[in-house]
């Protein structure tokens, strides 16, 4: 069974930077394509950024130019280093594996998300 913790999350100020760690457990994630979802109150949880097995990334509009998405195979970890955080990256953050064609979540089950709060 997948397990996905994620870690990193605070209170941060506009401005400031985090990173967040995503240790993943039965599962390799060297086989998969990466990423980074992130869910306010009341909306969907949205793909932010991703890294392919060949290590390429891509991002949401949102956040590109600021977070960056990595891997580390032999922790079997994903990280999100964010940047220039805005008061509307407020959200709890998850990791999950990315279908890479349809880039839906690949796993069935959920970590318990990490909550970054970004104040103004």
């Known amino acids: 069974q997948v397990q996905l913790v994620e870690s990193g999350g605070n209170l941060v100020q506009s401005g400031g930077s985090l990173r967040l760690s995503c240790a993943v457990s039965?599962?390799?994630?060297?086989?998969?394509?990466m990423g980074w979802y992130r869910q306010s109150p009341g909306k969907q949880r949205d793909l932010v950024a991703r890294?392919?097995?060949?290590?390429?990334?891509v991002y949401a509009d949102s956040v590109k130019g600021r977070f960056t998405i990595s891997r580390d195979n032999a922790k079997n970890t994903v990280y999100l280093q964010m940047t220039s955080l805005k008061p509307e990256d407020t959200a709890v953050y998850y990791c999950?594996?990315?279908?890479?064609?349809?880039?839906?979540?690949?796993?069935?089950?959920w970590g318990q998300g990490t909550q970054v709060t970004v104040s103004s």
């Open positions: 999950n594996a990315v279908n890479a064609r349809s880039a839906r979540p690949l796993f069935t089950s």
């Open positions: 039965g599962s390799p994630i060297s086989i998969n394509t």
């Open positions: 890294v392919t097995v060949s290590g390429n990334t």
